[in-house]
């Protein structure tokens, strides 16, 4: 009695996994083939071989870029290689990458990074926050961008419990961000089965030197996060559930949703067109690509542009894409003035003009 009891429940355990696994297809658009739109003025950035995963640019038009992420179950170009961040001024005629120096003290060959967020303060001083994995741990490190040397100050290393497989950040003010958490588990097995059976345990945070707690919870994969450019809104990206939350900032930092705008393709980073307070999302049209990595049939890359998105009913339009064999694995896209920067978890980089 006790096997039969014993075999039925393994057969639903199975029967479960497997209807679980169909509907992860399903979420991650395993089979979706993109239909091609390209602007005519686009290029891949020289320079820029192994990722180019978040992008955050300045008012002034200076773009850091950080590359070389090391990710579990994500291919990598370059794995005994640590990350970088890049520089790009899209100020110039024909913008080009430089490495930025990163100061004595840090440890640079364990350098993993992941999203980034810029400040300025009022004596326009701008330090750069990266999440970073060392030894696939979670860190938010700040530097200060010291132009004139073209280099990065390493300035201190956060910690803290509630900083666990963080993903992207957004920083208010000093050391004040919110930042998102991808994933429960560490192991990547039970995190798999995590992304499998849809558990929705991720969450956002917010951090500051007096006060750490969660803001929001319930996401399949809480992703990319940005903010608008009034300061009042949260837009975070849901990768898994294939949506983008819009959640008002209260005074206490905590957060309310007023809305979900779903996508139908996987979103990553976010970003802010300044020129129109439009969001950009860097998409994976078809992720499964992304774990299952074959160059025959690479993963696409797709970036939305979501306008009026207070509204009833936003806008949502396609400002590229294309089935991988340009671009493969999009995760970010930014702008500058009718200058686009589209970035990837672990490929190249493309820089077109609108």
Same mark, same amino acid.
Request: net charge negative; charged share 20%; glycine share 6%.
């Given at each position: ?6 075999? *039925? ?11 679980r696994?169909?509907?992860?297809r399903?979420?991650t ?11 005519q ?7 820029l ?60 060959e364990?350098f993993?990074p992941?999203?980034?967020?810029t ?8 330090y750069?926050?990266v ?12 530097f ?18 509630l900083?666990?497989?963080?993903n ?25 089965l ?17 006060e ?19 300061k009042?809104y ?21 957060? *309310? ?7 139908? *393709?996987?979103p ?6 300044p020129? *129109? ?11 499964v690509?992304?774990l ?17 998105v ?23 896209a ?10 990837t ?7 077109c003009?609108?």
């Amino acid at each position: 009695m006790g096997k039969l009891v014993a075999l *039925t429940l393994l057969g639903a355990a199975l029967a479960l996994l497997g209807e679980r696994f169909v509907a992860f297809r399903q979420r991650t658009n395993a089979s979706r083939e993109v239909e091609p739109v390209e602007p005519q003025h686009c290029h891949l950035i020289e320079g820029l071989e192994n990722g180019s995963e978040d992008i955050d640019i300045l008012p002034n038009g200076l773009a850091f870029i950080s590359t070389g992420l090391k990710y579990p179950g994500m291919p990598n170009f370059a794995p005994d290689e640590p990350g970088q961040i890049f520089l790009m001024d899209l100020n110039e005629q024909s913008p080009r990458v430089q490495a930025l120096n990163i100061s004595d003290g840090f440890d640079k060959e364990s350098f993993n990074p992941h999203g980034i967020s810029t400040f300025t303060d009022k004596d326009h001083n701008v330090y750069l926050y990266v999440v970073n994995h060392p030894h696939m741990k979670s860190t938010v490190e700040i530097f200060k961008f010291e132009e004139q040397q073209h280099s990065l100050v390493h300035l201190k290393t956060i910690k803290h419990e509630l900083l666990k497989s963080v993903n992207d950040i957004v920083v208010l003010g000093p050391e004040q961000f919110y930042a998102t958490r991808d994933h429960y588990f560490t192991n990547f097995f039970l995190g798999f089965l995590e992304v499998v059976m849809d558990l929705r345990w991720t969450y956002v945070l917010f951090y500051s030197p007096g006060e750490v707690k969660v803001v929001a919870e319930g996401f399949s994969s809480a992703n990319g996060i940005t903010v608008s450019q009034d300061k009042k809104y949260i837009y975070v990206a849901d990768v898994l559930a294939k949506n983008i939350h819009i959640m008002k900032i209260h005074d206490n930092w905590d957060l *309310t949703q007023l809305k979900v705008i779903q996508l139908g *393709t996987l979103p990553d980073n976010l970003s802010v067109d300044p020129d *129109t307070g439009d969001i950009l999302a860097g998409c994976h049209p078809n992720a499964v690509k992304l774990l299952i990595y074959n160059p025959e049939d690479p993963p696409g890359s797709e970036v939305l542009r979501i306008q009026d998105v207070l509204s009833e009913k936003p806008r949502i339009s396609t400002e590229y894409a294309n089935n991988g064999f340009v671009l493969q694995g999009s995760s970010v896209a930014s702008a500058y003035h009718r200058q686009l920067l589209i970035g990837t978890v672990f490929h190249k980089a493309l820089y077109c003009v609108l």
